[in-house]
């Protein structure tokens, strides 16, 4: 699956890419340093730690991943059968390609701007909604705006908590007694399609058991389900496609995420060479036909000199002047013809960017609401952010302050 295609009018069509994966209790504190960025090394290649500082944080653990996973358990009440390959925690991944944000005026370096942070709010607005216990973020355990590798991207995890159990749905008869088969066994209830019915009955304490939280997602479609809801509540609004709909394919690894990535910018660059190359083409072919055409006019520059001189009124109207002049009025005719098809090009050219430019104005509004709101309410804390800003910008390793929620770096 490519994240974004150059179409033949040099459109680029980006997707969306939600993308979860599950880890056993052993990998907190690899995961947890990685996404924090509190490793002194770090194994992926693609951080800039320059950048780093300009990450954002909607939830930030408190002594790392490991601990944040013992005090949530703690404060959830849940229970957890613990296994070898237990799944103890998952990991959520939203992006789009590079040119998506570029589009929304991201730069590598750079503060990230609003129309940006809206995006990613609204993202982590749905994975609250879809994987937060009652729709908060009490089992999240670390949630980040990476800024600093080459494309920004949302990375989160959570403990999938449930506090219902599933239960088999039994046949009864018209008594309300459970049918029995044969050899004495109840017989479980089955759907229109044949498959066996359940229901949820809720639990004494919450668990943390992966199976029934995708479970009561629709378990095999739990996935494609995900993808339909993120499309309908954000992917849509910002252009974003949905890719292929209906689709219940596994989540790849990160790495392998990254793989086809690159995969996809790759193609897209090819693509742009390609039309860079028949730009080049059509450019040579028009310098071509403009040569020949002069070529040809040479023979009737004679007839330009006779229309100007017959034009100037100092000259008789004899039969060969006047069959002259003719013809020069009908060549300076086709020339300013030809200019203004030129014209009428520029102007289609003119109205085509002012188009674009007022397709900007809301964006550039709502920037321009959100820092007067700013100024109005709270000037102090925005030249103190101001400053923080530039004091992090040119500080090679900031310390971070320990927070829970909201916007900080």
């Not at 009018?9 to 993308?19: C, F, P, T």
């Not at 790495?255 to 450019?283: G, M, P, R, T």
């Amino acid at each position: 699956m490519q994240w974004a295609i150059i179409t033949g009018g040099n459109k680029i069509i980006s997707y969306q890419v939600v993308r979860v994966e599950q880890f056993t209790k052993d990998s907190l504190g690899k995961i947890g340093a990685e996404a924090e960025r509190t490793s002194v090394h770090n194994r992926n290649e693609d951080i800039d730690s320059e950048r780093t500082p300009l990450n954002l944080y909607f939830k930030r653990s408190e002594g790392g991943l490991t601990a944040q996973w013992k005090k949530t358990m703690q404060e959830l009440n849940a229970t957890f059968r613990e296994k070898k390959k237990s799944v103890a925690f998952e990991g959520m991944i939203i992006t789009s390609d590079t040119a998506f944000f570029e589009r929304l005026g991201w730069k590598k370096g750079e503060e990230t701007p609003y129309a940006v942070m809206e995006f990613f709010n609204r993202c982590y607005e749905f994975a609250l909604q879809e994987f937060g216990y009652h729709g908060t973020d009490k089992n999240i355990l670390s949630a980040v705006i990476h800024v600093d590798e080459k494309t920004p991207y949302l990375q989160l995890y959570y403990i999938p908590i449930v506090d219902t159990a599933k239960k088999k749905v039994y046949e009864k008869d018209a008594d309300g007694k459970v049918k029995r088969n044969e050899k004495g066994s109840p017989i479980q209830k089955k759907d229109e399609h044949g498959k066996s019915v359940y229901k949820y009955v809720p639990l004494e304490q919450p668990k943390l058991c992966s199976s029934d939280f995708w479970g009561e997602r629709g378990g095999q479609l739990s996935y494609g389900n995900m993808q339909d809801e993120f499309y309908e509540q954000v992917g849509v609004h910002y252009g974003l496609e949905r890719g292929e709909v209906g689709s219940n394919k596994k989540h790849t690894t990160k790495y392998q995420w990254q793989k086809q990535k690159q995969e996809a910018e790759l193609a897209a660059l090819n693509d742009e060479k390609v039309h860079a190359e028949s730009i080049i083409q059509e450019a040579e072919t028009a310098v071509e036909t403009r040569d020949k055409a002069l070529e040809e006019m040479k023979p009737l520059q004679e007839y330009l000199d006779a229309f100007k001189e017959a034009m100037s009124g100092e000259l008789p109207f004899s039969p060969s002047k006047l069959k002259k002049m003719l013809i020069g009025l009908m060549t300076e005719y086709k020339r300013l013809e030809e200019e203004k098809k030129i014209t009428d090009k520029d102007r289609e050219n003119l109205f085509s960017e002012l188009q674009k430019a007022e397709r900007r104005i809301p964006e550039l509004e709502k920037c321009k609401e959100f820092v007067s709101f700013i100024n109005e309410y709270a000037p102090d804390k925005l030249d103190e952010a101001k400053r923080t800003a530039t004091e992090r910008k040119n500080a090679p390793k900031p310390p971070f302050k320990s927070q829970s929620n909201g916007w900080h770096k």
